[in-house]
């Protein structure tokens, strides 16, 4: 047997069906649409249409939004900086912070800050910084002998009331519990 010698199998592939070639060719004149009506013209679309009964998508009530201002935060665990300690991705007599852990590959992709968790076990001593941390994340960093500093944003107050001392006070309070 030889290369031009090779075939297919009879009825393994078969011709794509010519539309619109004239009447003779049996799939002339309406191009296998049918005769006349709204799907035998160009440009319908009837998706979702549901003969004038009112739409699923318009039936089911809307739930939820966007929030056009979250932030996204690259959320890493102790255990995860210790394996990346021991393998020596991270230096761990230099500063932890977003530009070393992406430098290392820990972090990927566009993020707006870092969180700390606390899953795993944190043998290494580290200075880490980081834009949140869980308060066990930082009592195991602590206990391992390193630091852990949080970056807490000031809350500039654009006007005066009683909603905007409600959130400077929580900024405070945020700010109090993390420089313990």
Not at 62 to 87: C, P, S, T
């Amino acid at each position: 047997m030889k290369l031009n010698q090779l075939s297919d199998n009879q009825g393994a592939t078969k011709n794509r069906k010519r539309i619109g070639r004239g009447i003779g060719s049996g799939t002339g004149k309406t191009g296998g649409r049918g005769v006349k009506g709204q799907k035998s013209r160009s440009g319908v679309s009837l998706l979702g249409f549901e003969g004038g009964q009112m739409p699923l998508f318009r039936r089911l009530p809307k739930r939820g939004f966007n929030n056009i201002f979250r932030k996204k935060y690259a959320e890493i665990n102790i255990g995860r900086l210790q394996k990346a300690v021991d393998a020596g991705t991270i230096n761990a007599k230099e500063l932890v912070d977003q530009k070393s852990l992406r430098a290392s590959g820990l972090i990927k992709g566009s993020v707006d800050g870092i969180r700390i968790l606390a899953k795993g076990e944190l043998k290494t001593k580290l200075n880490i910084e980081a834009d949140g941390a869980s308060t066990a994340a930082i009592e195991a960093v602590k206990k391992a002998g390193g630091e852990l500093t949080v970056k807490v944003k000031a809350v500039e107050p654009a006007k005066t009331g009683k909603r905007t001392e409600r959130r400077i006070a929580a900024a405070e309070k945020r700010a109090a519990r993390f420089a313990k």
